[in-house]
């Protein structure tokens, strides 16, 4: 059967499942009495597993069957939800995503994942709890009990013993006044590991590596060396309080695989009651859509988009013929093809919470490494925007979240001493205005210290002391988009590295939007960012300028204005106008883009277009205004990359190119 027609169906549906199990668990954290909640999980994970044995990858295959088991007992109530086991599960569903990133770059599922499937697997035979009983037992009493095993492991001893070889369970004490037992744990294995193979270690190997232990562990050792030996190496290292070996016999581990056998055949057959389920979950990923290769969409893009440069064309012969069934035949056409471009572009339209959805889990993790009680709130997560800016509007979201919770929020007994809720509250939001989306986020934190950032702004001499006196808290406030600008006071792999927030007002900027904060001191800061709808067709207003015709966006228009000569002021040497009470500086398009001069008109009047970045405005001066109209935007290319002012071209009805107005680069 071939298998690589069906790879991309089964990534994105893999992808859809781990998004779910993410969603899912963390409402289970929360509600872990809510069966039902299991029940979705465990869905989710047989799901998976199927998918993943019919396209071969036996690695993802076996960890999702581990998972399903320990589900299967928790959901018939033989397991509780503890702490333990949903970090076990979270760890496992983070190594299906890594596992399913190595499938779509290498082909493969080739992760080691046998310390999370032991650990599962002692969650599920009810060993990991009993784990700490049992070790504070030997320690007290010296006993000791061989420790049980999967039906692989007892395989691999079996055919050991008939190769000649011994089983011993080591028991190890270390000192109590040891203070690296991780380390002195690595020699005891190092040491181990020069008489035998160790295949397995109580706790797993990767606890003992985090210090995730008391002073005791054991180890399983298949060697042909005699106890004692190993017995007398292993003591020659310092800090080792006791060493105790224990043969395990054949007819041990064949009444082990006995007890085993006896225990997994009831879950098989659950396992494999459960179709009905499987056909449920598809049906609702399924429903009565079909999936498209984004680069069929981005073809259909740009066919459709020299379909409109052709209809400008016609428009434009059809006006200057004055034919009237061409003209009518014209005006059916611009009819379709608007219904058209709403159907294509609406096509290219997906939900922002496919962004939205992986950042309830990235604040969990990051909040249990702060030691901080989060609540994240979404709102707004059905609100769609093109798939272009949904790919790069993630990392910039990420940055945001993640200082909002490093810098933003404070530690519990400090929101105590300030008389607020314990749990700090990071809310995401994002809702339609216009012909743009705004994406918000805001926490109830610290806020923005305005005397911090203007000093580290004085000390990077970003600005002058003088300069200082005289700004305004938005004024202060942008500061923080200076590149190098960070007020962390040490560096954390979380935030803080002196990066600062440059990178997401570039990344933003580069989308076409603007980004803006607002703050007050111990109540919060917000994060407003503002982008547009589409990056491929945009409504524009066409300016004439000198011989040449260029096009400005829509979007960042407030309104196009007539003044009078006379009514343009100087303030600092700079050309000004009263915009309704607001002094707003002209900045004459023809100087900057090195227009040459034109037979001018006798006219006092001076054509202006009002445009806007974040809070701050600009009049750009034209010679004179052609009207509104849907454009195609068009890359520059490589060589013409970097050109200052200019975002790309379009190509107009009657063929002429018309340079777009990059309008964040004029106003500073």
Not at 176 to 190: D, G, I, N, P, Q
Not at 250 to 263: F, G, I, P, V
Not at 404 to 416: F, K, P, Q, T, Y
């Amino acid at each position: 059967m071939e298998m690589n027609q069906y790879l991309s169906i089964f990534i994105d549906e893999s992808k859809e499942h781990l998004q779910h199990l993410n969603e899912t668990l963390l409402m289970l954290e929360n509600e872990n009495e809510n069966i039902s909640l299991v029940n979705e999980v465990f869905r989710s994970a047989h799901t998976l597993k199927g998918m993943a044995a019919t396209m071969g990858y036996e690695n993802m295959a076996t960890l999702t069957h581990e998972m399903e088991n320990l589900l299967d007992l928790v959901r018939n109530q033989k397991r509780k939800v503890t702490t333990d086991l949903m970090d076990t599960i979270f760890k496992s569903v983070d190594l299906l995503e890594k596992m399913l990133e190595l499938i779509i770059n290498d082909g493969n599922d080739h992760l080691d994942a046998s310390d999370i499937i032991l650990q599962l697997q002692e969650i599920s035979s009810g060993k990991k709890s009993e784990q700490k009983q049992k070790i504070s037992t030997k320690e007290s009493s010296g006993q000791s009990d061989v420790c049980l095993f999967n039906d692989y492991e007892i395989t691999v001893l079996l055919q050991s013993i008939e190769s000649g070889y011994e089983i011993f369970q080591v028991e190890i004490n270390l000192s109590k006044e040891s203070v690296l037992k991780s380390a002195r744990a690595y020699m005891v294995f190092r040491e181990t590991e020069q008489h035998g193979e160790i295949l397995k270690s109580i706790p797993t190997v990767e606890e003992i590596e985090n210090e995730q232990f008391d002073s005791h562990f054991t180890m399983i050792l298949i060697s042909k060396v005699d106890q004692e030996t190993i017995k007398n190496e292993i003591m020659n290292i310092s800090e080792i309080e006791m060493v105790k070996i224990t043969s395990i016999p054949k007819d041990k581990l064949l009444q082990s695989k006995d007890q085993t056998e006896e225990k997994e055949a009831p879950q098989t057959t659950k396992i494999n009651n459960e179709p009905n389920n499987q056909n449920t979950n598809t049906a609702k990923i399924g429903g009565k859509t079909i999936r498209v290769d984004i680069e069929r969409l981005d073809e259909l893009m740009n066919l459709f988009s020299e379909l409109i440069i052709d209809r400008g064309r016609f428009e434009q012969l059809a006006d200057e013929l004055r034919h009237g069934e061409l003209q009518d035949t014209v005006e059916h056409m611009s009819r379709i093809t608007s219904n058209l471009q709403n159907i294509i572009l609406n096509l290219r339209m997906v939900p922002i919470e496919q962004v939205f959805n992986r950042f309830p889990r990235m604040v969990r993790d990051l909040a249990k490494d702060l030691n901080k009680q989060v609540r994240l709130n979404i709102i707004g997560a059905e609100t769609e925007l093109d798939r272009t800016v949904i790919d790069e509007i993630g990392d910039p979201l990420v940055h945001l979240l993640r200082n909002a919770v490093d810098h933003g929020l404070e530690e519990a007994n400090e929101r105590i001493m300030k008389h607020k809720p314990e749990v700090g509250e990071i809310t995401l939001r994002a809702y339609h205005s216009g012909n743009n989306v705004f994406i918000e986020v805001s926490e109830d934190g610290k806020g923005i210290n305005r005397q911090e950032v203007l000093n580290k702004a004085i000390e990077k001499n970003i600005i002058s002391v003088e300069e200082g006196k005289n700004l305004t808290d938005q004024q202060v406030y942008h500061l923080l988009f200076s590149s190098g600008f960070s007020t962390a006071k040490k560096v954390s792999d979380i935030s803080g590295r002196g990066v600062g927030l440059d990178v997401v007002k570039t990344k933003i900027e580069s989308l076409g939007g603007t980004v803006s904060i607002e703050s007050e001191l111990d109540k919060g800061t917000k994060f407003l960012i503002q982008l547009p709808l589409t990056l491929s067709i945009i409504s524009a207003m066409l300016v004439v300028i000198g011989s040449e015709k260029y096009a400005i966006p829509l979007s960042s228009i407030i309104e196009t204005a007539i003044f009078k000569e006379k009514e343009i002021m100087y303030a600092h040497k700079q050309q000004v106008i009263d915009f309704r009470g607001r002094i707003v500086p002209l900045i004459s398009l023809k100087g900057i883009l090195a227009i040459p001069e034109t037979k001018r008109v006798e006219n006092d009047d001076v054509s202006v277009v009002i445009v806007r970045k974040g809070d701050k405005m600009a009049g750009l001066i034209v010679d004179s205004f052609i009207g509104q109209q849907e454009i195609v935007l068009k890359s520059l290319g490589t060589y013409l990359a970097n050109v200052f002012a200019i975002s790309g071209a379009t190509i107009l009805g009657d063929g002429q190119v018309a340079l777009i107005i990059d309008t964040n680069a004029l106003i500073k």
